[in-house]
């Protein structure tokens, strides 16, 4: 189980951006003045405390409790003026034993918390507004304290991946956290049987907690609606009641669902920017609605989805769609399903310019340029356009050979297509395997991307041998010459093979 659970986690938390509090240890070393033989360290301790505090912050953990006073007596209150950005990784180096990584971590935070945050004012300081703008700045802003001072005690980040915690060291990191008012959080339960509920230790930050990412803990919908200022929310491998996971009014800017298996998944939040869904299995519906902010849609989903549903209803602002399964989901927009030979008029979304679409050409046949017609004929204004193999290259389909004739050639795909015409300009086969069906598909883009600039082909490593990729060029090289589209011909296209 432990070893299960740490995969899914440094899978997850390699998608979040790298930490404060480990990025510091990358800047470039501290210059300081060497000590003189009759007073060690004495140049050290002129300098003044806010550079002292730049130097504090770029020590491992174990370092700055070992040297911080050889800069300053002060150096405690130095450091504790800062906020805190704690992350179970700055103890590896210098490295102590893993079983004590939990302990170490406790005693860190109670020292900088101390008795809670306290505020000291100084004249002529001022605070700064929230603009709201996501940005690292609604985390870490300073939206929330007072104008002409600074904190003591202040804990910003608080990240937990790795190390193993009893139930009573994660009591007190949260009792600590409370009153070092924290604002982020990333906390993996790695050991602990089933799925816990979220600490209530958490829960009672709920007036200062921006950002949350737990792993393996079962989350109510109470739970996550106490936590009223919360706007960045990821949930992995979690259970509860998650299918909907706040409430119209929530301050939830980003939600991230990794790693569960739902049933139905309800979005409706007029403030949600980003809604992201990895390696889940969903066996009912995701329903979009009414999130007039939703600028992406990122849907990753697993077998045995079959068949999922992804409900969308009204999002003005839907700029990204992102892995959309062909093969396996039912799309609807507004009510209607999206699928070749519909009869009705697609409804149409303007405001999407990035579209992934995740393909399986075994099963799907010839019928994959077809269904991509349909679904381009939903979004006009398409800039951006990724097709995804993830199937392997059957028998009936064959490795592709540079005489291959152009299978689509007459068909007429993707003719009239207003994102073809005026606005495609980036096209992407991603996980590129070589087959016949992915190089008519090709060629079938390529006949009609009049607007187009760029065709790239990505192959995963050891996908297919060096014959196949000289038989790919130099079919490329045969199509340029005879392709109708005059931007392929003229190589204002760059096809790319990597």
Not at 308 to 324: D, N, W
Not at 471 to 487: G, I, K, V
Request: net charge neutral.
């Amino acid at each position: 189980m432990e070893a299960g659970r740490a995969v899914i986690v440094a899978s997850a938390v390699a998608r979040l951006k790298p930490p404060r509090a480990t990025l510091t240890h990358d800047a470039p070393a501290a210059v300081l003045a060497p000590p003189v033989a009759d007073a060690p360290h004495a140049e050290w301790r002129g300098l003044p405390d806010d550079v002292v505090a730049r130097v504090l912050v770029r020590l491992p953990v174990v370092d700055l409790f070992r040297l911080g006073y050889l800069f300053s007596p002060r150096w405690l209150d130095i450091w504790r003026a800062e906020p805190l950005y704690l992350h179970d990784r700055q103890f590896a180096s210098p490295r102590i034993a893993a079983a004590d990584v939990a302990d170490a971590i406790t005693n860190v935070l109670e020292l900088h918390v101390g008795d809670g945050v306290q505020f000291v004012g100084v004249q002529g300081e001022s605070g700064s507004d929230d603009d709201g703008v996501i940005s690292d700045d609604d985390i870490y802003g300073h939206d929330d304290i007072p104008d002409g001072g600074y904190e003591i005690g202040r804990v910003y980040s608080f990240r937990v991946e790795t190390t193993r915690w009893r139930a009573d060291q994660l009591h007190r990191w949260c009792a600590a956290l409370q009153r070092g008012r924290v604002r982020e959080v990333t906390l993996a339960n790695l050991t602990m049987e089933g799925h816990p509920d979220l600490p209530q230790g958490i829960r009672d930050c709920a007036t200062s907690l921006k950002g949350l990412h737990v792993f393996f803990f079962t989350m109510e919908a109470a739970h996550i609606n106490s936590l009223v200022n919360l706007r960045v929310l990821g949930l992995y491998g979690c259970t509860g009641m998650i299918p909907r996971p706040f409430r119209p009014e929530s301050e939830i800017r980003v939600l991230t669902i990794g790693f569960s298996y739902l049933v139905n998944v309800v979005v409706q939040s007029t403030r949600l920017h980003s809604l992201e869904m990895y390696n889940n299995v969903v066996q009912g519906t995701v329903i979009v609605r009414d999130a007039i902010q939703l600028r992406k849609l990122q849907l990753h989903l697993l077998p045995p989805t079959r068949p999922s549903k992804i409900f969308i209803g009204e999002a003005p602002s839907l700029r990204s769609i992102g892995s959309l399964d062909l093969f396996n989901t039912v799309f609807m927009i507004k009510g209607i399903v999206i699928q070749a030979g519909m009869v009705q008029r697609p409804p149409k979304m303007r405001s999407v310019r990035i579209l992934g679409l995740r393909v399986n050409y075994t099963e799907m046949g010839h019928r994959v340029p077809r269904e991509i017609e349909q679904i381009l004929k939903c979004f006009p204004c398409l800039g951006r356009l990724e097709i995804i193999r993830y199937d392997e290259v059957a028998p009936e389909e064959g490795l592709l050979e540079a005489g291959d004739k152009h299978i689509y050639q007459g068909n007429n795909f993707f003719r009239d297509l207003g994102c073809f015409s005026h606005h495609l300009r980036w096209i992407y086969l991603t996980a590129f395997r070589g087959g016949k069906y992915e190089l008519a598909l090709g060629k079938a883009i390529l006949d009609e991307a009049r607007a187009g600039t760029m065709f790239k082909m990505l192959h995963p490593q050891g996908s297919y041998t060096d014959n196949i990729s000289n038989q790919l060029w130099w079919a490329l090289e045969h199509f340029r010459m005879t392709t109708p589209n005059h931007a392929v011909r003229d190589r204002h296209v760059s096809i790319i093979l990597t």
